[in-house]
């Protein structure tokens, strides 16, 4: 791959890994076939197309919504129409409690308000430190790969680098101690089982059906909530006040109104959020960006080419990571066709009329990401990577309220920044040194589960770059 090259288009048009689109119900017997609860491949070629309209037959009704103003009047709501799904709030209860990330209205509000300011005070250049020891720790291990050229599967190797920068900022502890490393094991079994849907389920139960989680699944979220409590304690019992982090911040956050502080249990619902959002979702981009990386040696080429031109050789700093911007459009363009988060699913919590459509109490309304960065009256080849969509003037073209991998209106991600300089740290600082190469026999082919992942995972090797 030569970096002299790192200047022109494409040489062709790459379209990366998707399902393919097909009729309502060919879609639905594919689901049932692989078996494997993957909502992306229960999409019909129609749910592309259409600003508003149902999901197949199911006894509560799916609404799925590519209009961006029938988004924005969905998720600007404050819970008392269209409160977050049941579906989803079941799913992660036995995790994250009565978190901000399941809440609605007056709790969600109180809330919102307390983390808003705590979050805030762990600056961007205070976490920028923790992110990179974590990426420079992963640099030599990375190394030690390349010199035994030894495969690894990519999804895991950034599942514990998210996971690790994730433990350095909230509890200024890294992955590698025993209990940081132990709440990864359990959130493994929880990611790969909580998230399954049962296909048949969602088309015969009515709304608001509880689906008790299987005993393996809650004994992970009882330890992961116990590994939490602990770390949660040292900062509780801190006498001398020598964190300075995301945990510490959270705990000094007060109510407004009445001063009252979170409780013990509230404070590991709200970093257990910070865990499952900050690491996961992270980690599913980052696996999709550097798939990318690998098989399109020109996409990565002119990425080194910039880092190198515009860094040097010596340590990222923050000012370097920010002037960056072919790889910042790189990043918002896997973002786009790989949203960590595919769907963000509502509930009609009374009978209302949505666009053009009455709903009934109880419908679920499907907000779908996927659907709405690939909509073909939104995007120009929608299915196709590149990243000069969000390059230079371009970006301005894009239509708003049509990308929204961070959410939108009052429940944007709060961690969207802290992503994006993250991201664009670990993707400069080890494309700048490695070439990534998959080795995977399996194709790829992405499903939506907790995030967007691959099926499989995907195997790589790493090796030096020769310039």
Known sequence: MG?????????????????????????????????????????????????????????????????????????????????KSDLMVNALEPLIGGSIFVTDGATWRRQRAMIDPAFSHMRLSLAFESMHAAVQDRLAWLDRMARQETPFSLDLAMSHLTADVICRTVFSTSLDTGV?????????????????????????????????????????????????????????????????????????????????????????????????????TSASALTWAFYILAVRPEICSRVRAEVRERAGDGPLGMDDVRNLPFVRSFFKEVLRLYPPITFMPRVADQPVALGRRKLRRGALVMIAPWTLHRHERHWPEPDRFDPERFLGGRERDVEPGTYIPFGQGPHTCIGAGFATVEAALIIASLVRDYDFEVVSTEAVRPVARLTTRPASEISVRVRRHRA
């Not at 689901?31 to 494997?36: A, E, M, P, V, W």
Request: include cysteine; charge should be negative.
């Open 3 to 83: 970096d002299e090259h790192h200047m022109s288009a494409l040489s062709e048009p790459f379209v990366p890994p998707r399902p393919s689109k097909l009729w309502s119900v060919a879609a639905l017997a594919r689901t049932l076939r692989q078996g494997d609860g993957d909502l992306l491949s229960l999409l019909p070629g129609n749910a592309f197309r259409m600003d508003i309209g149902t999901l197949g037959y199911s006894r509560r009704s799916i609404f799925l919504l590519n209009d961006p103003a029938l988004v924005r009047q969905v998720l600007s709501d404050d819970g008392t129409t269209f409160p």
């Open 180 to 280: 940081a490393k132990d709440v990864f094991d359990d959130f493994v079994i929880f990611e790969r089982d909580v998230a399954q849907v049962q296909i048949w389920r969602l088309i015969i139960d009515p709304a608001w059906t509880a689906v008790r989680q299987d005993d393996h699944v809650l004994a992970a979220c009882a330890r992961i909530r116990q590994h939490l409590g602990d770390l949660t304690d040292t900062h509780l019992n801190d006498e001398t006040g020598q964190f300075n982090d995301i945990a510490s911040a959270v705990i000094a956050a007060r109510d407004s109104d009445t001063g009252a502080a979170f409780t013990r249990d509230e404070l590991i619902d709200q970093l257990g959020v910070f865990f499952l959002a900050g690491h996961e």
